[in-house]
Structures are given as C-alpha cells and as structure tokens.
C-alpha cells in the first residue's frame, strides 16, 4: 500500500449512510484502505456502530443510545434518512463489523465514543470483541476521551492507541507519549510544516481528520502523513492514482 492510507470516516459518508454495513463496504469499493467507526454501548452492553450518542439524525428512531436495549436498536431504520435505497440497513454491531473487516488486510480505525455519555466498561468489552475476531494488529483505537486510551493501555499494552484532539496543542506527542499512546489523530488544520518535523520525530503515527477538500488532500500527502481520514475515500483514491480530482 502506498502511503498515506485512505481511510474512510464512518465508511463512505456522501454515497452511503454513514457507520452502516452498506456504507462501510462501498467505501472499500471506493478505494479505501481502512475504515473508521465510532463505537457506543448499549443499555444491554452490546457495542453499537454509531456516531451520534441521540438516535435522531441517523436512524428512525429517538432518545439516546444508551437508554435502549440492542434489539430496540436493531429494530430502527439507519438508512432511509440518506435515501429510500438504503431502506432497511441497521445500526450494525460492533461484531457484524469485525466479522466483515476479519481476515481483510485493513487499517481499522475504532473510535470510543465516550465522553458526552460515560460508558463503564466499553474499552474492557471493545478489546474482548477484538482479541475475538484477531484483529488487534490491524486497529487503533481513539478518542477524545482520552483517560478511554489509558484505560485499554491497562487492559492491553499492545493494542494500539491514538489521541483525537482539536486545539492546537504545543507539543503534543510530548503529552501523546506521556499516556503510552501511539498515533496522533489531530484535525487537520494543526498539522503544518511548522508542526510536521516534531510529529515525525517522535516516530508517532500521524493520522489527521476530516480532510474532505482535495488541496487539503494534497497538502497532507505532501506532509508525508500516515494516514487521512475522510469522508471522500474515493476522491482520495482518484488524487492518490493521480486522476484529476
Ligand atoms: O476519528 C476522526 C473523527 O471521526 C473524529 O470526530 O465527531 O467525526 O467522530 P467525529
Ligand atoms: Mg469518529
């Protein structure tokens, strides 16, 4: 694989709806490399693949995810909101998930969501459910949450971690590498030629979000980073192949 990898943001969000089995798949038939989702738990302590931690926007459904069980959940329509076509796709599980990406040579990006709603116990559950499928080599897991990335540290030193953040922090694989972490996952605006060399030098992987505009797309290949996350996964590959984009 060539670098950087593409990586699409909760599959590929402008052809699909966003974080569905449907989307996940078009995003690698799209051109992407690996695959980012964002996890939340159940009432039941089932793990769900959900941006949102309110049902509203994405699904059929209301109230929050948390307060409902995995088959009320599973009950819910997520994709008719996007368009009638994808009628019927569902909040997919984590394990639905991890069955499609098992055994892919995929970079899987496993987002905690766990921080407008607190989670107990989601990091031990989410890295039972990787050591289950044997995929604990190709994930990183991340979050704004970032005491969620000490916790699965504690549960597994092994398992790979990266710091979601927005500010403009100083130095921050200085802090990064304080939590035991692995990757940088910053927004975009802060990686700059003024802040690429210290990221590099800390041997720290470097996976920016959400790069949708094709010259920030360019910018960031030209950074030499690890990684993009986007929600064009396709116009990425077409920029990558060097098409006109
Ligand atoms: O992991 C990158 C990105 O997904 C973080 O923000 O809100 O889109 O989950 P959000
Ligand atoms: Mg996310």
Request: hydrophobic share 40%.
């Amino acid at each position: 694989m060539m670098f950087p990898a593409i990586i699409g943001h909760r599959g590929v969000p402008h052809l699909a709806p966003e974080n569905t089995m449907a989307s996940f798949k078009l995003a690698l038939e799209s051109g992407a490399d690996g695959l980012e989702t964002d996890v939340q738990m159940t009432k039941d302590g089932e793990l769900v693949l959900i941006h949102d931690e309110l049902l509203e926007r994405t699904t059929d459904g209301t109230g929050l995810v948390a307060t409902h069980t995995l088959g009320e959940l599973r009950a819910l329509d997520a994709g008719g909101w996007f368009s009638p076509e994808f009628k019927g796709e569902r909040i997919p599980t984590l394990r639905e998930f991890l069955e499609f990406v098992s055994g892919r040579d995929l970079l899987v990006n496993i987002e905690i969501k766990s921080g407008v709603v607190l989670y107990p116990g989601i990091e031990q559950e989410l890295i039972a459910l990787l050591r289950a499928y044997g995929v604990t080599e190709n994930v990183i897991i991340s979050s704004f949450n970032h005491y969620s990335l000490v916790a699965c540290k504690e549960i597994d030193g092994a398992i790979k971690t990266g710091i979601l953040y927005m500010c403009g922090m100083v130095n921050p694989w200085v802090y990064a590498k304080s939590i035991g972490a692995d990757a940088l996952h910053p927004l975009f605006y802060s990686v700059r030629s003024e802040t690429i060399g210290g990221m590099k030098d800390s041997g720290l992987l470097i996976n920016p979000y959400t790069v949708d505009a094709p010259r920030d797309m360019r910018n960031m290949i030209g950074l030499g980073v690890d990684s993009i996350i986007t929600n064009y996964c396709d116009v990425l590959r077409r920029i990558k192949d060097g098409d006109k984009a």
